[in-house]
């Protein structure tokens, strides 16, 4: 449903560029308003759609949020660099005819960061978009987000600065993705968003690479009845936070202590002032929240392999035990009861962007990887090409390609 309403948005977008582009952000992002009919969108100086966010000005922020934000990123940045050690060797050699050969990781030329922002200012997705980026070397970093969004908080525009973000699009949803492609002309797109976003993903993955499906966030959590389950309740909780459309899950083999996270979840709602994420919370969890109740753990955890999901939390002495069976399929594995969910969005130090919708099957969490493409040579001697290319020819023969054959029959006279 969502490829649906997105198609004819995206293909615009694609076929036309910024023309087409500030139109949907006219309709999308810029024309919400409030119930007193006044336009939701703090003032912004900028006419432009694409801006360098190092040019911005920026009023004094709050000490505890760059303390924060910059003990994310040396966190973030230290898991990556990790991960590029064990990617970056890549391999040469000559082999016995002398034909040699080269594969080395070279980073992308661009990247554009997808940073959602329709509800809130998600500091946490642009690190995690922008940082292993920049630690594989990518030259040129593009980040879209909701005009909303960059208008209402200066610690975005000063989170971009920070991180060295190259341009600014000033648009959110389907023609924002649409327009990293379009307007930026990026050879990747990664990061979170809504259904929307990933249906927009899907469409483009033709023209540009994509990093995974990351829809509406998901967390399932297995827990043993010995787990805390106020902890169990307000992790569920934190995740409902997300997305009307989040899927949060407990797999537990204890009855009572099903019935007592039930309760502890009624209790902290109650807790929260915040309106708008209550009726978040409330709706996530009437469409996609469950308890599920097994008559072992054992089988729990094997349910939790099968439906892959975003985040898989282990709770519970008894559930721990079973923790590596679930980490082929799980997006993110976070073990025990001091490892929320919620402190792999921020400053773990492992990538936060995953897959949904039970794509852990096949994906895998953004890494440094993703920025990086593996190039690829291949030197032929003379005397190999006459050895090689004379059986090279009778394949070609065989698929009935005369080019081919005639063309490998020249480097073996």
Known sequence: AALKQVLPVVEDVLRRGEPALRKYVKRFDLDSRSSSG?????????????????????????????????LARRRIEAYHRKQLASASSGFSFTDSLGVSFVEKPVPLGSVGVYVPGGRAFYPSSLLM??????VAGVPRVAVATPPRAWASSPELRWAARELGVDEVLLAGGAHGIAGLVSVCGVAKIVGPGNRFVAAAKHIVSGLVAVDMPAGPSE?????SGEADPSLVAADLLAQAEHDPDATCLLLTDSR????AVQG????????????????????????RGRIFLFEEISRAVSAGSQIAAEHVQVMGRRAECFAPSLLPTAGALFIGSSTPTALGDYLAGPNHVLPTGGAARSFSGLSVRDYLRWGRSVKVTENA?????????????????????????????
């Open 38 to 70: 006044q336009s939701e969108l703090p003032s912004y100086p900028s006419k432009k759609i694409l801006i360098d966010p190092r040019r911005e000005k920026l009023p004094r922020l709050d000490a505890s949020f760059v303390r924060a934000f910059r």
């Open 129 to 134: 978009g922008v940082v292993p980026a920049r």
């Open 219 to 223: 967390v399932l959590i297995v827990a």
């Open 256 to 259: 009572r202590f099903a019935a």
């Open 264 to 287: 502890e979840v009624a209790l902290q709602i109650g807790t929260f002032e915040d309106n708008v994420s209550l009726k978040v919370i409330r709706a996530a969890l009437r469409s």
């Open 385 to 413: 090409a006459r050895s090689l290319a004379p059986p090279a020819a009778v394949l070609a023969r065989f698929e009935g390609l005369a080019a081919h054959a005639a063309a490998l029959d020249r480097r073996a006279p």
